[in-house]
């Protein structure tokens, strides 16, 4: 008889094990806790750039384009010279699809000149930052570490005095000194070596008390010292550019000329979704005294840049 009822005891004992699991599974918890809210999303991954490789730096420029950024080619009278010039050098690289880059040098009887072409493809290894956005970022410090300049107001643009006194009155000088004896502030707003478009010797001159009635400079001696009188007034200040990729910019700055010609420097940078690219002119003349022109180098930079960004289009 003891026998007999060990068996049923064994029997009760599984069944109560049995029913603990089933009611444990029944209840929809987690019993892992790696995800409480019970959602069962996954983080989805950003979509890639759109770019997954880069053009030829040496060959995405056409030799019609090297033609007018580099006068000097066409002066070149040996052939295999002139089609190493047109070559370029190709500037090394890690990666060809992530990275590449190539410059000239070309030097005429008036100047020398220099041109350099840099794609760079950018890839984000952050999961949640997308090729695009990483790229942007970058473009960001780029733009910053230019320091382009704020947009200048013009004068008739400011405000009028609501003491209804003139502008230029002695009244309001505690010393009494006119306001003419001192250097306007506005000769000095922007840097003489940024976005200046030549340096013009005449232009302190036209600035200076008393010689407003003086004749103006003949066109010709205008345009050998400078394209324009004015960088800021025509416009060719460095600045954002509005219709260039995704963003853009663009850089001009002339070097001290000091015992040499002075050299001026137009940067053009763009992007396009997750590629920047950047285009840098230089324009050292062999004469001292002359001014590289403003307008015509960033419009040349200006034209490249637009050629590249359409290629990239496709």
């Known amino acids: 008889m003891q026998r007999k009822a060990f068996v049923p005891g ?57 033609d007018a950024l580099l006068p ?11 089609e190493r010039a047109y070559e370029g050098e190709a500037m090394p690289t890690f990666d ?21 072409v840099d794609m760079e493809r950018v890839v984000s290894y952050d999961t949640t930052v997308s090729d695009a ?24 643009d400011a405000p009028d005095d609501p003491s209804g006194a003139p502008s230029g009155s002695s009244s309001d000088d505690p010393s009494g000194e006119p306001s003419g004896g001192a250097p306007s502030g506005r000769a000095s707003s922007g ?12 232009k302190a001159a036209s600035d200076a008390p008393g010689t407003s009635a003086s004749p103006p400079s003949s066109p010709s001696s205008s345009a050998s010292a400078s394209g324009s009188p004015d960088a800021s007034l025509a416009g060719l ?3 954002v550019l509005e219709d260039l990729g995704d963003e853009a910019f663009l850089d001009d700055e002339l070097g001290s000329g000091g015992s040499t ?54």
Not at 22 to 30: A, E, N
Not at 73 to 82: A, G, K, V, Y
Not at 96 to 116: H, I, Q
Request: glycine share 10%; aromatic share 4%; with cysteine.
């Open 191 to 202: 840097s003489p070596s940024r976005g200046s478009a030549g340096g013009n010797p005449s």
């Open 261 to 314: 010609a002075e050299h001026r420097r137009v940067t053009v940078a763009f992007r396009t979704s997750n590629v920047i690219v950047t285009i840098e002119y230089e324009e050292q003349p062999a004469t001292v005294g002359m001014v590289p022109d403003s307008e015509e180098m960033q419009d040349r930079a200006r034209e490249l840049a637009s050629q590249l960004a359409d290629s990239l289009a496709g």
């Open 10 to 66: 064994i029997a009760a004992l599984l069944a109560a094990l049995l029913a603990g699991c089933t009611g444990g599974s029944d209840d929809g918890g987690s019993t892992d806790g790696a995800n409480p809210d019970g959602g069962g999303t996954a983080t989805q991954a950003v979509e890639p750039g759109r770019y997954r490789t880069l053009p030829e730096a040496c060959g995405s420029v056409a030799q019609d384009t090297l």
């Open 133 to 156: 956005v990483q790229a942007q970022q970058l473009f960001a410090v780029k733009q910053t570490a230019a320091d382009l300049p704020q947009p200048t107001t013009p004068v008739s």
């Open 96 to 116: 060809n699809d992530r990275k590449v880059g190539c410059r000239w040098k070309v030097s005429s009887a008036t100047a020398t000149n220099y041109l350099f």
């Open 237 to 239: 200040q460095p600045r």
């Open 72 to 82: 000097g080619i066409l002066q070149l009278t040996d052939e295999e010279q002139r």
